[in-house]
């Protein structure tokens, strides 16, 4: 294994304390290990009566105090990877008559390795997945520590190499990288190779209950981004077979870091475009159905996320999923930004539903489209006889540029056979009563003007609420259709 040397410990003090190693070799490869801080827990009792309290050495000066105590010395740690693609470490101890090798966490050996000033090795495949080169990161040797330094106090997923594939998204190495979100009350997971759509083994979900609280999240697969793909336009593509429910929602997400600090955490805050597939409510049970997403991936993007969610009880197979560069003739699925824009963008949805959200609890319930006639519009419709909850088409936008502003937001609305309500509204996200204003219609209506007048507070209310919600919501049978919308400030703050 190539030998390396410790250059630096960089500690984050951000509220999620991490440690991380940098490692340098002979031929200047970079490896960053982040570790957690392990005195970013503080016992209860120290806050009690700290001047009674003895003090309690740590574990890691417990067990160097026993290794000098017997005579003992820690040669070598050699960091390796284990079957299941964890990083660990082996201890290489020697005491007065034998070499003991024992293996360890990673978090413990680099510590006491640390301490001890060992000697580290790391195999070649770490090596081939994670480390980077020095010399990309500035002109000379100053400018290149100076930049790597930055980059691990403040990011140190930067200072990881790209892979070049998305791994296992055929299931050819087992579930290696898939995470399931739900415990196994809720649902469980198996390869099935008796369902397969491609004949290879897909990947059978069992949900045994509704699950009525949290995300809907179910199943989830994320890495870094192929360096080929940044720049162009991609589609992954899955297929979904259901037994007793609806088609579940297919998400895409794409993240980078930014120049920005999240009060939050104290770390580096990253930024995310994401896209969603459309669900297929009239599917027939028990046929593979596709699912396509289409998105733009920015230059800056760095990794992807791929999450199946829904929140029914039943069954549903997945396979045949695929990740690939396609021309600009193929259409975007919606692309929603993460913060938001600090302007509306695509009111008049001449890029199709491009920055609209479509939120609801029954998304099989109602269906979205966009009308390319002169001039487009979108439409709500229910598509089963008696639909549960409401449909909500939006848009989210910082604040930004209008806290304390009085704003007007216009649009005109048509509706078809609505027996409940359809809304034109705008709020800030996740807040009712005062804080949202909305105007509804009912029943059969030609092209008919709405306009709300709003004063945007001076604060975000709570964390949730950082940001403007403004759209139309379907609730119950019948279709709404929505264009012209306009949103301007009528009163400076």
Same mark, same amino acid.
């Given at each position: 294994m190539p030998q390396m040397n410790i250059l630096k410990v960089v500690q984050n003090t951000g509220k999620l304390s991490m440690t991380t190693f940098l490692l340098l070799d002979e031929q200047q490869q970079l490896l960053a290990l982040q570790l957690r801080d392990q005195t970013s827990s503080i016992p209860i009792q120290t806050a009690i009566r700290k001047e009674t309290l003895p003090t309690e050495p740590q574990t890691l000066d417990f067990f160097a105090s026993v290794l000098h105590a017997l005579g003992g010395t820690l040669e070598e740690?050699? =960091?390796?990877?284990?079957?299941?693609?964890?990083?660990?470490?082996?201890?290489?101890?020697?005491?007065?008559?034998?070499?003991? =090798?024992?293996?360890?966490?990673?978090?413990?050996?680099?510590?006491?390795?640390?301490?001890?000033?060992?000697?580290?090795?790391?195999?070649?495949?770490?090596?081939?997945?994670?480390?980077?080169?020095?010399?990309?990161?500035?002109?000379?040797?100053?400018?290149?520590?100076?930049?790597?330094?930055?980059?691990?106090?403040?990011?140190?997923?930067?200072?990881?190499?790209?892979?070049?594939?998305?791994?296992?998204?055929?299931?050819?190495?087992?579930l290696?990288?898939?995470?399931?979100?739900?415990?196994?009350?809720?649902?469980?997971?198996?390869?099935?190779?008796?369902?397969?759509?491609?004949?290879?083994? !897909?990947?059978?979900?069992?949900?045994?209950?509704?699950?009525?609280?949290?995300?809907?999240?179910?199943?989830?697969?994320?890495?870094?981004?192929?360096?080929?793909?940044?720049?162009?336009?991609?589609?992954l593509s899955a297929y979904v077979k259901t037994e007793q429910m609806?088609?579940?929602?297919?998400?895409?997400?794409?993240?980078?870091?930014?120049?920005?600090?999240?009060?939050?955490t104290g770390t580096v805050a990253t930024a995310e475009c994401m896209t969603r597939s459309r669900i297929v409510a009239q599917a027939e049970e028990g046929a593979w159905v596709r699912h396509e997403m289409v998105i733009n991936v920015p230059t800056q993007a760095r990794h992807f996320r791929f999450q199946l969610g829904t929140k029914e009880q039943g069954k549903l197979w997945l396979d045949g999923i695929e990740l690939a560069t396609v021309d600009q003739s193929v259409a975007l699925t919606g692309t929603i930004l993460r913060p938001p824009p600090t302007q509306p963008v695509n009111l008049d949805f001449s890029e199709g539903l491009e920055y609209w959200e479509i939120e609801g609890n029954t998304p099989g319930h109602y269906d979205l489209a966009v009308d390319t006639t002169?001039?487009? !519009?979108?439409?709500?419709?229910?598509?089963?006889?008696?639909?549960?909850?409401? !449909?909500?088409?939006?848009?989210?936008?910082?604040?930004?540029?209008?806290?304390?502003?009085?704003?007007?937001?216009?649009?005109?609305?048509?509706?078809?056979? =609505?027996?409940?309500?359809?809304?034109?509204?705008?709020?800030?996200?996740? =807040?009712?009563?005062?804080?949202?204003v909305e105007q509804a219609i009912t029943g059969t209506t030609p092209w008919t003007p709405a306009s709300l007048d709003w004063r945007v507070p001076a604060e975000p209310v709570g964390f949730i609420a950082g940001f403007i919600t403004f759209g139309v919501s379907l609730q119950g049978p019948g279709q709404v259709w929505l264009k012209d919308i306009h949103l301007q400030i009528v009163e400076e703050a």
């Open positions: 740690i050699a =960091v390796a990877i284990s079957p299941d693609k964890q990083l660990y470490a082996q201890l290489h101890l020697r005491d007065q008559h034998n070499l003991h =090798v024992l293996n360890a966490s990673l978090d413990d050996a680099l510590r006491l390795a640390h301490r001890e000033k060992s000697r580290i090795s790391v195999s070649e495949e770490i090596l081939a997945q994670r480390a980077v080169n020095l010399a990309d990161y500035g002109a000379t040797e100053a400018e290149q520590l100076a930049e790597v330094f930055r980059r691990a106090e403040r990011n140190p997923d930067s200072l990881r190499r790209t892979s070049q594939a998305p791994l296992n998204l055929d299931f050819s190495d087992g290696q990288g898939w995470n399931f979100l739900r415990d196994s009350t809720y649902g469980s997971y198996e390869l099935d190779s008796q369902a397969t759509l491609t004949g290879k083994a !897909c990947l059978a979900i069992t949900l045994h209950k509704p699950f009525t609280h949290g995300s809907s999240g179910i199943l989830l697969y994320g890495g870094s981004l192929p360096e080929h793909y940044r720049g162009q336009r991609i589609r609806y088609q579940p929602e297919l998400e895409f997400h794409l993240s980078w870091p930014t120049d920005k600090i999240s009060p939050w002169n001039p487009s !519009c979108a439409s709500l419709k229910s598509v089963v006889k008696a639909p549960i909850g409401s !449909c909500v088409l939006l848009q989210k936008l910082s604040m930004e540029n209008y806290q304390g502003k009085a704003v007007r937001l216009s649009a005109f609305l048509k509706s078809l056979d =609505v027996t409940s309500r359809a809304t034109l509204f705008i709020s800030l996200f996740r =807040v009712s009563g005062e804080k949202r």
